[in-house]
């Protein structure tokens, strides 16, 4: 009988490592992904891109209005490969440092929290998002922290996302591996085994939760920013509602999404107020990246 429990022990632990590395593995791709080119016609326009960034970079200080240009042709070509149906964090940082020089800062922020979605924790794309911000003249301030979410995920963000998925992995498979141990010995060691494990526990579940919470906040209030300039945000999903507010928005205001319908967003501003935008002058984290009309 205990050769038939430690083997059934052993099958579900080796089930459970299963499904974890499976799902860290998926965690890692998102966190660490590259450009992954899926075919030659995209390798080619990607190494186009980045010439012309670089050939642009080398002319800012001299020709400004020349490398300008050619920021706005970089731009372009990532932009191509995002409508072809790639999407990584590192194509979208690209394409915003192309947009930030050509400054198109609304899509260029639209694109940074694309990036920051499919790359959570990466520095560079906080440090030029933040610079992105910087640059917009008004209503630039960022509706992270607003939500209830953004709240609770405040306490553990001094930690990044890489580095907590790691220590979730981890954790786990030391839970499990106490739990195999403790069957082996029969549990009748000196070594405290119930504290030990409840206290690898707590640990365990406790950095999970971080994790996913911080998953489930991109779901519930995706961040987004608006694209265009003179937008009216209205009381209603329709041209016929009147205007929420007085002025109308500039690009590169930022908002939370809290509903969508068809061709329309419902957004809250990070001062609370909210209305309705077109769907056509927004960008959201999550939808699909649309070249600017």
């Not at 029969?186 to 911080?214: F, N, Q």
């Not at 209603?236 to 500039?250: I, K, M």
Request: with cysteine.
């Amino acid at each position: 009988m205990k050769t038939i429990a430690l083997y059934k022990s052993l099958r579900n632990f080796f089930a459970f490592l299963v499904v974890v590395l499976s799902t860290t593995t998926f965690a890692q791709a998102q966190v660490l992904s590259t450009p992954q080119v899926s075919d030659e016609t995209n390798l080619v326009i990607a190494t186009e891109a980045q010439s012309k960034y670089d050939e642009a970079a080398a002319l800012v200080v001299n020709d400004p209005e020349h490398a300008r240009e050619l920021f706005r042709e970089s731009a372009a070509k990532f932009q191509r490969i995002v409508d072809s149906g790639i999407s990584n964090g590192e194509l979208f940082f690209n394409l915003g440092n192309a947009l930030v020089q050509s400054d198109d800062l609304g899509r260029a922020i639209g694109a940074y929290l694309e990036a920051q979605r499919l790359l959570p924790g990466d520095t560079r794309i906080e440090t030029n998002l933040a610079h992105a911000r910087s640059l917009v003249a008004t209503r630039a301030t960022s509706t992270a922290g607003n939500e209830p979410l953004d709240r609770v995920a405040a306490l553990w963000k001094v930690v990044g996302f890489p580095t907590r998925v790691w220590a979730a992995f981890i954790s786990w498979t030391l839970v499990w591996s106490i739990i195999v141990v403790g069957i082996l010995c029969g549990w009748k060691t000196r070594v405290p085994w119930r504290p030990m494990l409840m206290s690898v526990s707590a640990i365990c579940i406790g950095i999970s939760l971080t994790v996913g919470v911080d998953a489930l906040r991109q779901q519930i209030n995706p961040l987004g920013v608006l694209v265009k300039d003179q937008v009216v945000v209205r009381k209603g999903n329709g041209e016929g509602f009147a205007p929420a507010f007085t002025e109308p928005l500039t690009r590169g205001a930022e908002f939370t999404m809290i509903e969508m319908r068809p061709g329309w967003y419902r957004i809250r501003l990070a001062d609370g107020q909210s209305g309705w935008v077109k769907t056509s002058d927004a960008q959201v984290a999550g939808e699909f990246a649309r070249a600017s009309e």
